[in-house]
């Protein structure tokens, strides 16, 4: 039973959608295979940065969800990155690891 609140999402939208992630699949297949340099993670991230939009926001229902539940999300994320940045800060700070110059 749906709460008068929720929003239905049309399965066009979702067919649409559907068809992005497969779009971005064939760039992340793409962008694996071919050499960009220094830039290869920040495309590679960025990449998968768009595909993680598409899914929070309409596999989740996010787009349509209060401003609480974004909070908690932007928290989650922000969690996330802190979580990265100290582990990479520890792992470049080490001196058996190669430099990267």
Known sequence: MQHLNEHVISVKTYFIVYLSL???????????????????????????GVKTVLIVLYFMHMKYSP???????????????????????????RGWVPSIN
């Open 22 to 48: 497969m779009v971005l699949l064939v760039v992340t297949v793409a962008v694996a295979f071919n050499n960009f340099g220094p830039f290869n993670l920040s495309v590679a991230m960025g990449v998968a």
């Open 67 to 93: 401003k609480l539940i974004w909070l908690y999300a932007g928290a989650g994320f922000f969690w996330l990155f802190m979580l990265i940045l100290l582990t990479m800060g520890d792992y470049l700070s």
